[in-house]
C-alpha cells in the first residue's frame, strides 16, 4: 500500500495570509513612524514661535520718583519656515526732563558714521554663536556676572537666526585683541576673537 507524502511548505492561502499581515504591518509601523515624525516636527516650531524673555534692566527712576515705561514689542524676524517673534525692548522717558546727580551715568560712546556714510571702527570680541537664544542669553550672563561687558546680537545667516555672545565695545582692534588675550588666557574662550562690528 502506497503512504501519501505530505510536502513541509505552505499552502497557498497560508502564504497569502502571511504576505498581507506583512503588509498590514509595515504600513502600520510607517503610519506610526510618519505620525510621531510630525508631532516632533509640531512640538519644535511650537518652541520656536514661544515668545523669548529676556531680562529687562530696571528701568532709572526720575527726580520725580516714578519710573520710565519699558514697552516689550515682538517683532518677526525672516526664517526659512515662518518668522520667530523676538521681543525689542523700548524705553519712554518719565515726564520730568532732571534727574539727580546720583542716577546719571556716562554712557558708553558708540560710534557713528561718518559724512560718507562708513561707520569708523568699533570692536567687539565674540566669544560665542548659537542657533539657541537662551544658551547664548545665559552665557552672556554668566560673562556678565563675573564682570565682562558681555552682550548678545542676533542675525539671520542662510535663513536661520544666528545668536552670538560679544563682549566689550573697542574703538580699535588693539584693545579688542587684547580683551581676546584675557578671555582666552583667563576664561579658557579659545574660540574668541576679535571682530569689527
Known amino acids: 500500500m502506497a503512504t ?4 513541509p511548505g505552505l ?3 497560508q502564504l ?6 506583512f503588509l498590514a504591518a509595515s504600513v502600520l509601523i510607517f503610519a506610526l513612524g510618519w505620525w510621531v515624525g510630525f508631532d516632533a516636527a509640531q512640538q519644535r516650531l511650537q ?3 514661544r ?6 534692566p530696571p528701568p532709572e527712576i526720575a527726580a520725580t520718583g516714578a519710573p520710565a515705561t519699558v514697552t516689550v514689542t515682538p517683532t518677526a524676524t525672516p526664517r526659512a519656515a515662518g518668522g520667530a517673534v523676538t521681543p525689542t525692548a523700548t524705553r519712554i522717558p518719565s515726564p520730568s526732563p532732571t534727574r539727580p546727580a546720583a542716577a546719571a551715568r556716562t554712557p558708553t560712546p558708540i560710534q557713528r558714521p561718518d559724512a560718507t556714510g562708513v561707520s569708523k571702527e568699533a570692536w567687539s570680541v565674540q566669544v560665542k554663536a548659537t542657533t539657541e537664544p537662551l544658551e547664548a542669553v545665559m ?5 556678565r556676572q563675573k564682570g565682562y561687558d558681555a552682550y548678545t ?3 539671520p545667516v542662510g535663513g536661520i537666526t544666528w545668536y552670538r ?3 566689550g565695545r573697542f574703538a580699535d582692534r588693539n584693545a579688542a585683541k587684547a580683551m581676546e588675550r584675557r578671555l582666552k588666557e583667563h576664561e579658557g574662550l579659545e574660540a574668541a576673537y576679535a571682530v569689527q562690528q
Do not use: D, H
Open 51 to 56: 515668545p523669548l524673555r529676556l531680562a529687562v
Open 153 to 155: 546680537v542676533q542675525g
Open 11 to 13: 499552502s497557498i492561502g
Open 139 to 143: 552665557f552672556a550672563r554668566q560673562l
Open 16 to 21: 497569502l495570509t502571511l504576505t498581507l499581515g
Open 4 to 7: 501519501q507524502r505530505v510536502s
Open 165 to 167: 555672545v560679544r563682549v
Open 47 to 49: 518652541r520656536e514661535r
